[in-house]
């Protein structure tokens, strides 16, 4: 079994093709597997299949959180870790991952895969969505 890290990394690049493609993941995990001869991680595929299944909520909870910009404007990098760390924040709701850890994860999923600035950027965003889900259990 891979590690949470591992499967997060694999996530954000299946997220990342789907950005990209617009196919359905279904299809893209089948093709990574075919042409990659990757094996699918039951944590990445319910991370991939969550983020899909509520892209839509996912997509309106960043745009909440990144002021004065719109996800058109985000690279298809940034918008990636974006996704899977809210999805996984907000969706997956596994009890041994704190928020503070897919934040983290993101933070460096971005150093990896961007650059200072996008990781900057999205420990912002999320620490913003992490505050306003504290807020909501709160209330």
């Not at 995990?29 to 839509?56: F, G, H, N, Q």
């Not at 899977?84 to 907000?90: N, Q, Y």
Request: charged share 30%; hydrophobic share 45%.
């Amino acid at each position: 079994m891979k590690k949470r890290h591992e499967s997060r990394e694999q996530a954000f690049v299946l997220l990342f093709e789907k950005s990209v493609s617009g196919e359905k993941m279904e299809d893209i995990i089948e093709a990574a597997v075919e042409a990659r001869c990757i094996e699918m991680d039951p944590y990445c595929e319910k991370l991939t299949s969550l983020a899909e299944l509520y892209l839509e909520e996912i997509d309106a909870v960043i745009s909440a959180h990144i002021r004065g910009w719109s996800l058109r404007r985000l690279s298809k990098v940034a918008l990636s870790i974006l996704r899977l760390a809210v999805c996984e924040m907000k969706f997956l709701s596994a009890k041994d991952v704190p928020i503070s850890v897919s934040i983290n994860e993101a933070v460096e999923l971005a150093k990896v895969y961007g650059n200072e600035k996008d990781a900057s950027y999205i420990n912002g965003v999320l620490s913003s969505v992490a505050k306003s889900m504290n807020e909501a259990d709160n209330a």
